[in-house]
């Protein structure tokens, strides 16, 4: 079935680096783009970054913007996200979830919890 | 930069009842505009994409509508099932936005 499964959550200190990976399967990785979504405790859904299905055009949230990379591994059905200095507020579920169409998002992964704290 | 804003932050109705749940754009937005609900401990679930069309297995009780700035979800009857947290979004020149959410709890 169509399934999307973060991993590499976990506490990091601030100004540490982190990378979370979402392997995808049940669907033709290569020809969707590919989000990251993120949910502070008790809080709404902040959406992070897109890559195009080819890794060619990456976007980014401007509170992420210079700190965090988004990329893909079409050869291996995986999706990154490096997280580079992290900082507290930047502590929430991080989801990944396929592009639908050009607007949406219609396959969601059940998550990995990043608590930045030292 | 577009600010979605929804209302009300809280729906208290009973099952069977008709929901409406409203989301305005601080600008006048394009067609990409999508519903999701979300429950406790879930990730969100896609519900309406380009602000009227049904996602895939949704069942016909949701329906999206509006453009311009103001877009709206309505539930027509609600089941048991619905009472969660629903969010609107939208994608603007590969930026997106999602509204703060309306949690819909049972009256």
């Known amino acids: 079935q169509v399934q999307l499964v973060e991993s590499g959550g976990g506490v990091v200190q601030p100004g540490k680096s982190l990378r979370l990976s979402c392997v995808a399967s049940?669907?033709?990785?290569?020809?969707?783009?590919m989000q990251w979504v993120r949910q502070a405790p008790g809080k709404g859904l902040e959406w992070v970054a897109v890559?195009?299905?080819?890794?060619?055009?990456?976007h980014y949230a401007d509170s992420v913007n210079g700190r965090f990379t988004i990329s893909r591994d079409n050869s291996k059905n995986t999706l990154y996200l490096q997280v580079n200095t992290p900082r507290a507020e930047d502590t929430a579920v991080y989801y990944c979830a396929r592009l639908w169409g050009l607007g949406a998002f219609d396959i969601w992964g059940q998550g990995t919890m990043v608590t930045v704290s030292s | 930069e577009i600010v979605l804003t929804q209302s009300p932050a809280t729906l208290s109705l009973s099952p069977g009842e008709r929901a409406t749940l409203s989301c305005r754009a601080s600008r006048s937005v394009s067609g990409f505009f999508a519903w999701y609900q979300q429950k406790p401990g879930q990730a969100p679930r896609l519900l309406i994409y380009d602000a009227s069309k049904r996602a895939t297995g949704i069942p016909d009780r949701f329906s999206g509508s509006g453009s311009g700035t103001d877009f709206t979800l309505t539930i027509s009857s609600l089941e048991p099932e619905d009472f969660a947290v629903y969010y609107c979004?939208?994608?603007?020149?590969?930026?997106?936005?999602f509204g703060p959410g309306t949690k819909l709890d049972i009256k």
């Open positions: 979004q939208h994608r603007s020149n590969w930026l997106f936005t």
């Open positions: 049940g669907f033709t990785f290569s020809t969707y783009g």
């Open positions: 890559i195009w299905y080819d890794g060619s055009n990456k």
